[in-house]
């Protein structure tokens, strides 16, 4: 399997302020015939679903705010959240889709200073 | 946009086969050609894809729990289930199904990511 490892596991940002997660895979999750990166990132608030963010390492899902950004390519992923708001306090996941046994970070929590 | 609802015990034995239903609501699961996933978190931990399935019945198993696992698709009743046997306490979690997106690459549909997610359902496994 590929093992996706994200950090820090948790952090804590003042409102208005960046907050930066990382998540790094064992292996490229980059595909070389369409040079596509195959990761995803989630938010999961307290008591609701995972919601889907970003697919293709920096594809906005529909709807998702501008200040979420994904960005990085082959095994070193960033989301950045340009200027945290109350309602961004949720744990956030990647996820690879690149093999056929699909796996998750274990997650970074985000939390207001 | 589909709901998704998972339905089952909120407690079983060690040892007892645990089965899980997902109602699919807002979308057709035998028209939209998707796949649809199982994913769960044991307590404290991180997420683990179990399984999925296609509409027309077409799986992918975890490694790790394949000799365990069905997943089965019952189109008539729009809803797609999970069995797991031989349950441990090591199966506590709550327990995720999802519409699982395909990207057509080459051919084949390559499942992806997951979008939208269920509730969740807590399972406990104890005595």
């Known amino acids: 399997d590929i093992v996706m490892t994200q950090s820090p596991d948790s952090l804590a940002v003042s409102l208005g302020e960046r907050a930066t997660i990382n998540c790094n895979s064992s292996q490229s999750v980059l595909y070389s015939s369409n040079k596509k990166n195959y990761l995803a990132w989630y938010q999961q608030k307290p008591g609701q679903p995972l919601n889907l963010l970003i697919y293709?390492?920096?594809t906005r899902k529909s709807g998702v705010p501008d200040r979420f950004r994904g960005s990085g390519s082959g095994a070193d992923f960033t989301l950045t959240i340009s200027s945290l708001q109350a309602e961004d306090v949720a744990v956030y996941y990647c996820q690879q889709y690149y093999s056929n046994s699909w796996t998750f970070g274990q997650g970074t929590k985000v939390e207001i200073k | 946009h589909p709901q998704l609802q998972e339905s089952g015990p909120g407690l079983v034995k060690p040892s007892e086969t645990l089965s899980l239903t997902c109602i699919v609501s807002?979308?057709?699961?035998?028209?939209?050609?998707?796949?649809w996933g199982w994913i769960r978190q044991a307590p404290g931990k991180g997420l683990e894809w179990i399984g999925s399935i296609s509409y027309s019945g077409s799986t992918y198993y975890s490694p790790s729990l394949k000799s365990r696992i069905t997943i089965s698709v019952d189109t008539s009743k729009n809803q797609f289930s999970l069995t797991l046997n031989s349950l441990t306490a090591a199966d506590t979690a709550v327990y995720y199904c999802?519409?699982?997106?395909?990207?057509?690459?080459?051919?084949?549909?390559?499942?992806?990511?997951?979008?939208?997610w269920g509730q969740g359902t807590l399972v406990t496994v104890s005595p």
């Open positions: 999802a519409r699982h997106h395909y990207y057509f690459w080459s051919g084949y549909q390559n499942p992806v990511w997951f979008d939208p």
């Open positions: 293709w390492a920096s």
């Open positions: 807002g979308d057709s699961i035998s028209s939209s050609g998707y796949y």
